[in-house]
Nanobody
Framework: QVQLVESGGGLVQAGGSLRLSCAAS????????LGWFRRAPGKEREFVAR??????SYADSVKGRFTISRDNAKNTVYLQMNSLKPEDTAVYYC???????????????????WGQGTQVTVSS
């Protein structure tokens, strides 16, 4: 089982930026498919972004504003969030498919391991 620990959440004004980090355990981090998801109050968990050997993909709602990246030497995946909006307010979760067998995955069931989440609040 992969351990995932998110950090970097907080309170920011609309238009501001935050960078989330997710540190992962394991020796084969470079092959993991990694995703960011979020859950807003009263809503279902939704896909935000993912990164794998096949590249990156984003939800339409964040495309052009958010960037996912990874540092394999540090076993860490990042989510740079710019031009934040109040509707981005949610708990953000990092997820991993450690075997990398679902490189295009954008749905929660494809990911076996999850972090505890970090709160992002965007004020208007």
């Amino acid at each position: 089982q992969v351990q995932l620990v998110e950090s970097g959440g907080g309170l920011v004004q609309a238009g501001g930026s935050l960078r989330l980090s997710c540190a992962a355990s394991g020796r084969t981090f470079s092959v993991y498919t990694l995703g960011w998801f979020r859950r807003a109050p009263g809503k279902e968990r939704e896909f935000v972004a993912r990164i794998s050997w096949a590249g990156t993909s984003y939800a339409d709602s964040v495309k052009g504003r958010f960037t996912i990246s990874r540092d394999n030497a540090k076993n860490t995946v990042y989510l740079q969030m710019n031009s934040l909006k109040p509707e981005d307010t949610a708990v953000y979760y990092c997820a991993a498919d450690p075997q990398g067998i679902r490189p295009l995955a954008t749905t929660p069931p494809a990911y076996s391991d999850w972090g505890q989440g970090t709160q992002v609040t965007v004020s208007s």
